[in-house]
C-alpha cells in the first residue's frame, strides 16, 4: 500500500513563498488526484485543493497545488501570520484514504 | 448552514465497545457518502471508514478492519461508526466528514466539512 510522505516541518516570513512536498512510495501516485486540507490549531480540517490544483470556493489564490510525476506540491505564496498550521496532503490510492504525515508551517 | 456533529465519545476499557454517532444538518445527507477520519493527540489524521451516500458500500482501513463497522441512517441523516475490540492506539479524535456524490460517481470534493470532532479515549 501506497505511503505519502510530507516533511515534518516548514517556516518562512511574512509575503515569503513557501512550498510543502507529498511525495508517493509506489508508481501509483502519477495516476491518482492529491487533495490538500488545512488545520489550523484547535480546529477541524478545511479543504485547501481538490484534485491536484483546483481550489474550492473561498480559498484565496495564494494558495496553490501542483503535481509531476510522483511528487505533489502545495505553495503559499504572500506568506501571512494567520497561516501558520498544520498541512495534510491526501489521496484515494486502491480503496483507502491515505493522508500525509503532516506538515507544521511556522510564520516567522 | 452545513453542520456535522459528533457525540458518543467517551474513555472505554481496552476489548470493550463504543458508538459513535455524527448528526448531519443543512445538505442532502443522502447525497453524499460519509467518512470517519481520527486523529491521536498531536498526530497526523488517520482515515478511518467510508459509506456511500446510499449505503451500498463501506470501506476501511486495515487497521480497523474486522473491528469498526460504519454505518448510515438516511431517514434520520445521521451517521454512525460500531467500534469493537478497543485498544490503546484507537484512542483519538473522531472526526466525521462528508464527501458528495454526483451521478453516481464521487464529486471530487472530498472531506469538504468536517465536523468538530468527538474524543475517544481507551484506557484501563
Known amino acids: 500500500q501506497s505511503v505519502l510522505t510530507q516533511p515534518p516541518s516548514a517556516s518562512g516570513t511574512p509575503g515569503q513563498r513557501v512550498t510543502i512536498s507529498c511525495s508517493g512510495s509506489s508508481s501509483n501516485i502519477e495516476t491518482i488526484y492529491i487533495y490538500w486540507y488545512q488545520q489550523l490549531p484547535g480546529t477541524a480540517p478545511r479543504p485547501l485543493i481538490y484534485r491536484n490544483n483546483e481550489r474550492p470556493s473561498g480559498v484565496p489564490d495564494r494558495f496553490s497545488g501542483s503535481k509531476s510525476g510522483t511528487s505533489a506540491s502545495l505553495a503559499i505564496s504572500g506568506l501571512r501570520s494567520e497561516d501558520e498550521a498544520d498541512y495534510y496532503c491526501?489521496?484515494?490510492?486502491?480503496?483507502?484514504?491515505?493522508f500525509g504525515g503532516g506538515t507544521k508551517l511556522t510564520v516567522l | 448552514q452545513v453542520q456535522l456533529v459528533e457525540s458518543g465519545g467517551g474513555v472505554v476499557q481496552p476489548g470493550r465497545s463504543l458508538r459513535l454517532s455524527c448528526a448531519a444538518s443543512?445538505?442532502?445527507?443522502?447525497?453524499?457518502?460519509m467518512h470517519w477520519v481520527r486523529q491521536a493527540p498531536g498526530k497526523a489524521l488517520d482515515w478511518v471508514a467510508a459509506i456511500l451516500h446510499d449505503g451500498s458500500s463501506e470501506f476501511y482501513a486495515n487497521s480497523v478492519k474486522g473491528r469498526f463497522s460504519i454505518s448510515r441512517d438516511n431517514s434520520e441523516n445521521t451517521l454512525y461508526l460500531q467500534m469493537n475490540s478497543l485498544r490503546a492506539d484507537d484512542t483519538a479524535v473522531y472526526y466525521c466528514?462528508?464527501?458528495?456524490?454526483?451521478?453516481?460517481?464521487?464529486?471530487?470534493?472530498?472531506?469538504?466539512?468536517w465536523g468538530q470532532g468527538t474524543l475517544v479515549t481507551v484506557s484501563s
Open positions: 443543512g445538505f442532502t445527507f443522502s447525497t453524499y457518502a
Open positions: 491526501a489521496a484515494w490510492d486502491d480503496g483507502v484514504w491515505l
Open positions: 466528514a462528508r464527501e458528495e456524490w454526483c451521478g453516481g460517481a464521487t464529486c471530487y470534493t472530498p472531506f469538504d466539512y
